[in-house]
């Protein structure tokens, strides 16, 4: 098991057709994502207000709408958003009682989620939610800015989180090390290719590896 302060949760995205023959994917694609990011606890809940932010949607705004399902971290919370293009069709939240069968998915997205609401850009309408994860502020991710902007950019180089040393995990030490060579190596390939001197860059690079430790260990 992965303590969770070694758990990168890099936001992602993802475009889709509102339709509901998607909803189906959203939910394992949803529930593969918290897996990795050690929020099993809110896994149900979460693909419960996808379903619900899609269906409506699909209801309100039309089938085949041009849609994106966005997912990232808002502190301790798992926030969620649908983007669609129509700024005029907005969640309406109806009270238990109300006979008609319209608004039913907000309610229950109002019901599961810690709070939720409705953006309004210039192109198109952002509808969230937010759900509380249990994680403790100070292990919500892993490492400062300069650790989560490599785990950013190199993702694809691991298909897995990043262990702590002190822990066993399904990508070894050894093997993400040899990873972080791997991105290191191409980088210097790539900066000879464009003419740069890759010596000179890895002392720069060492050099300001040091002077943020330094002020890491000094803050």
Same mark, same amino acid.
């Given at each position: $098991?992965?303590?969770?302060?070694?758990?990168?949760?890099?936001? /992602?995205?993802?475009?889709?057709?509102?339709?509901?023959?998607?909803?189906?994917?959203?939910?394992?694609? $949803?529930?593969?994502? %918290?897996?990795?990011?050690?929020?099993?606890?809110?896994?149900?809940?979460?693909?419960?207000?996808?379903?619900?932010?899609?269906?409506?949607?699909?209801?309100?705004?039309?089938?085949?709408?041009?849609?994106? =399902? &966005?997912?990232? $971290?808002?502190?301790?919370?798992?926030?969620?958003?649908?983007?669609?293009?129509?700024?005029?069709?907005? #969640?309406? %939240?109806?009270?238990?009682?109300?006979?008609?069968? @319209?608004?039913?998915?907000?309610? =229950?997205?109002?019901?599961?989620?810690?709070? /939720?609401?409705?953006?309004?850009?210039?192109?198109?309408?952002?509808?969230?939610?937010?759900?509380?994860?249990?994680?403790?502020?100070?292990?919500?991710?892993?490492?400062?800015?300069?650790?989560?902007?490599?785990?950013?950019?190199?993702? #694809?180089? /691991?298909?897995?989180?990043?262990?702590?040393?002190?822990? @066993? @995990?399904?990508?070894?030490?050894?093997?993400?090390?040899?990873?972080?060579?791997?991105?290191?190596?191409?980088?210097?390939?790539? %900066?000879?290719?464009?003419?740069?001197?890759?010596?000179?860059?890895?002392?720069?690079?060492? $050099?300001?590896?040091?002077?943020?430790?330094? &002020?890491?260990?000094? @803050?």
């Amino acid at each position: $098991m992965i303590p969770e302060a070694c758990v990168p949760r890099k936001a /992602w995205d993802l475009d889709f057709t509102a339709e509901p023959e998607a909803v189906a994917a959203l939910r394992r694609i $949803m529930r593969l994502h %918290l897996d990795v990011w050690g929020l099993q606890e809110v896994t149900d809940d979460a693909q419960l207000c996808v379903t619900e932010l899609v269906a409506n949607v699909i209801t309100h705004v039309g089938h085949g709408t041009p849609t994106t =399902l &966005a997912v990232s $971290m808002n502190g301790t919370y798992l926030r969620i958003e649908i983007h669609d293009p129509d700024t005029r069709a907005l #969640p309406t %939240l109806f009270a238990a009682g109300d006979d008609t069968e @319209s608004g039913r998915g907000m309610a =229950l997205v109002n019901a599961l989620a810690d709070r /939720w609401g409705v953006q309004l850009r210039a192109d198109r309408k952002v509808t969230w939610c937010e759900l509380s994860t249990g994680l403790s502020p100070t292990n919500r991710h892993s490492g400062d800015a300069r650790v989560m902007s490599a785990e950013t950019t190199f993702g #694809p180089y /691991w298909a897995a989180p990043l262990p702590c040393a002190s822990t @066993s @995990s399904r990508l070894s030490a050894a093997v993400t090390e040899e990873a972080a060579i791997d991105v290191i190596a191409d980088l210097l390939h790539w %900066l000879h290719a464009h003419g740069c001197d890759p010596d000179d860059a890895l002392d720069r690079a060492q $050099m300001r590896y040091e002077a943020d430790a330094d &002020a890491h260990r000094n @803050s």
